[in-house]
């Protein structure tokens, strides 16, 4: 089994046009039709993270990114059901970041400083239940 680190799925996934990218582009392809590949959940966190900042791309196109990666027989995503779970949350509306947070506990309650998380995951009816830490 060979795991990946995030700049070989952005090679994959983003093409670009400078000749060393295009170059990473087909390796990367190449790889990835290996027959057993590896992806940490925190690659894939990551990888949301450089598309949405580094190269500006919709949720929609991420999360058409995300669901591809998953759904590769090849490759085994570290927590497949949680990162599932935290892509079904992303599409309807959580941060990406939030939403793996979210999916990743084990408690009761998850709290925040964040209103817009708590009202998002509110309204996805999301449990554990998503609050704000409450003063005093």
């Given at each position: ?82 990162v ?43 449990r ?8 005093g």
């Amino acid at each position: 089994m060979i795991a990946l680190d995030t700049n070989v799925l952005a090679r994959f996934y983003i093409e670009e046009t400078e000749p060393e990218a295009k170059k990473q582009h087909l390796q990367a392809k190449r790889l990835m039709s290996a027959p057993s590949l590896f992806v940490a959940r925190t690659v894939v966190l990551e990888l949301e993270w450089l598309m949405r900042g580094g190269y500006g791309y919709s949720r929609d196109e991420i999360a058409a990114v995300i669901a591809h990666l998953l759904g590769l027989p090849n490759v085994t995503v570290e927590n497949w059901e949680m990162v599932s779970d935290a892509l079904a949350a992303y599409r309807a509306g959580l941060d990406f970041a939030d939403a793996l947070h979210h999916a990743a506990g084990t408690a009761e309650s998850f709290v925040t400083f964040d209103s817009k998380f708590v009202k998002a995951a509110t309204k996805q009816k999301l449990r554990p239940s998503v609050g704000l830490v409450k003063a005093g």
